[in-house]
């Protein structure tokens, strides 16, 4: 069973047999995945709006494991034609600093789960066009090309104008921002020993001998072809602009610079 932190209740429950994962969500039901049939199927009669989230997140991943794919805890922006993945933990602003992306005109790839290609061009494929956003971020700015489609008291559920979206095609990476918290905005190069430890707490791995071979062999590909950076920042709305000039400095240097770099 997984249970996150207390802020953000989720409970589940996986299991497996030879065809099929099941996949029990509280409040919604069972969701089947038949990750090699390249089928998932949706709980019956649970609440449109939570059931296709979620749809995004475990049973996705799944299928994106079968396929050689890598899903990290990570939202992720394009910048200039390339993707940086913005890392960490809940309640480190990933999410926010996602929406503000999207409010400065950079096409938001995902929110919340990353889909990772290692390989030697790494690259993301994008989706779901979303935003599960805090209450208190979403009074906080102005946001556009959005709906939304739903609500709870804790955050604001917005789907992205088709004419943000972008298509479903690959997108190379330039590198991968993790994010701290400091009293002022800085940044520092992250070594690929230190970054396999932290894309290893921050990959989606089942408790299994052969997945945490697949989830380390995906962190060290990842590490060694692409680069990874500290980004401490303080927690300000006022400084969203400045932490995402930063981090497009760093896209566009790291493209100079060349894979592998």
């Not at 939570?50 to 910048?79: D, F, Q």
């Not at 697949?214 to 602009?241: I, K, M, Q």
Request: charged letters at 25%; one cysteine or more.
């Amino acid at each position: 069973m997984y249970r996150p932190r207390p802020d953000n209740p989720f409970h589940a429950k996986i299991y497996r047999d030879e065809a099929v994962t099941h996949l029990w969500i509280e409040g919604l039901g069972w969701y089947l995945v038949d990750a090699r049939g390249r089928e998932i199927v949706v709980p019956a009669g649970a609440a449109q709006i939570p059931r296709e989230e979620r749809l995004w997140g475990i049973p996705t991943s799944l299928c994106a494991i079968t396929l050689g794919a890598h899903p990290i805890h990570a939202s992720c922006v394009e910048i200039d034609g390339v993707a940086m993945l913005l890392a960490a933990p809940g309640r480190f602003g990933k999410t926010t600093l996602a929406a503000a992306a999207h409010l400065a005109g950079y096409r938001l790839l995902s929110e919340d789960a990353t889909v990772c290609r290692p390989g030697e061009r790494p690259d993301v494929l994008p989706g779901p066009a979303l935003i599960r956003l805090r209450r208190d971020s979403f009074e906080q700015m102005a946001l556009h090309d959005v709906e939304i489609v739903g609500e709870d008291p804790d955050r604001v559920h917005l789907a992205l104008d088709a004419s943000r979206r972008g298509t479903a095609d690959p997108v190379p990476i330039a590198g991968l921002v993790l994010l701290r918290v400091a009293d002022e905005l800085r940044v520092e190069r992250v070594g690929s020993q230190e970054a396999i430890q932290e894309l290893w707490s921050l990959s989606f791995r089942l408790p299994t001998d052969e997945d945490r071979v697949r989830c380390f062999s995906g962190t060290a590909e990842l590490a060694s072809r692409v680069p990874v950076w500290n980004l401490y920042r303080p927690l300000r709305y006022d400084l969203l602009d400045d932490v995402l000039t930063t981090i497009a400095e760093l896209a566009r240097g790291a493209v100079r610079e060349g894979p592998g770099q």
